[in-house]
């Protein structure tokens, strides 16, 4: 699940960026030695690229490959879609254990970033 989401904002990432420097499909394609249709699928989030390309990414789109993994939650739809589309198919409760995990998660992190904070 996690893997998903990583791929769907790396990818959406990947497009925003090739669109910020007006770059075609086709032009970035060839640029990172790859196909249209497996940039396709990695812009869409889903395949991610090989990790060997990651440096070439960077490049190219002239970005560290961490920005391209940060979701922007003010983006229309950004991280409310990308979650909705994650728990799509799934049962109730199994959607319900998700969410919680996500809340506790957030928490967790929350407070780390005070202690950090904290301790400076």
């Not at 893997?3 to 394609?29: D, M, P, S």
């Not at 961490?66 to 922007?72: P, Q």
């Not at 998700?98 to 957030?106: D, N, Q």
């Amino acid at each position: 699940m996690l893997v998903t989401l990583l791929t769907k904002i790396f990818g959406n990432n990947i497009r925003k960026r090739r669109k910020g420097l007006y770059l075609t499909r086709v032009e970035l394609a060839e640029r990172l030695g790859i196909g249209q249709q497996s940039l396709s699928r990695i812009e869409r989030g889903v395949t991610a690229p090989k990790f060997e390309r990651l440096e070439e990414i960077e490049d190219v789109l002239q970005c560290s490959v961490s920005a391209l993994f940060h979701a922007e939650p003010c983006e229309k739809g950004g991280i409310d879609r990308i979650i909705r589309e994650n728990l799509q198919g799934l049962q109730e409760k199994e959607q319900k254990i998700i969410l919680k995990l996500i809340a506790e998660v957030s928490v967790v992190l929350k407070e780390g970033t005070k202690r950090t904070k904290n301790n400076f």
